[in-house]
């Protein structure tokens, strides 16, 4: 039986092991979502548990395809998140219509879409048809904190 408080989608996020975190706060000057229209747009985030970067590096070198698939799926939860405290509830998600994928890659690292693919395949189990979406993939030299790696995500709401 579903908590009075929890949404389908929070439900299905418990079936599948994952609790909705609180927003990450910004390590700079930005907000974690805005919407426009009836779509929703989250900054980049981080994969940040509890506040903190659980692993850090460049992908290729001291963090593996793997692991880093592992981190793009905590970013995507994470943007779920922000999504949630800017619409409400994330019932009202139609689709999400894109991800945007940084990965920070060693020079001979050539796997970012492999690594996004943790955020890609999570959005399908969790909204099935709903969570299939357009996507980038890009490799770029450092980010923030010295994540591994950052996810944007768009989504359409009603």
Known sequence: MQEANSSRVEARLAELGHELP??????AAYLPAVTSDNYVYTSG???LIKG????????????????????????ALNALAAIKAE???????????????????????TAQPGVINGASEFFGEVFGDAGLHARSAVGVAALPLDAPVEVEVIAEFE
């Open 52 to 75: 903190e970067l659980t692993v850090a590096g460049k992908v290729g070198a001291e963090v593996s395809t793997e692991v880093a698939a592992q981190q793009a799926q905590v970013c």
């Open 45 to 47: 985030q981080l994969p």
């Open 87 to 109: 619409i409400g509830d994330l019932d009202r998600i139609k689709r999400i219509v894109k991800v945007v994928g940084f990965v920070s890659s060693d020079p001979t690292f």
């Open 22 to 27: 609180a927003v990450a706060k910004p390590v």
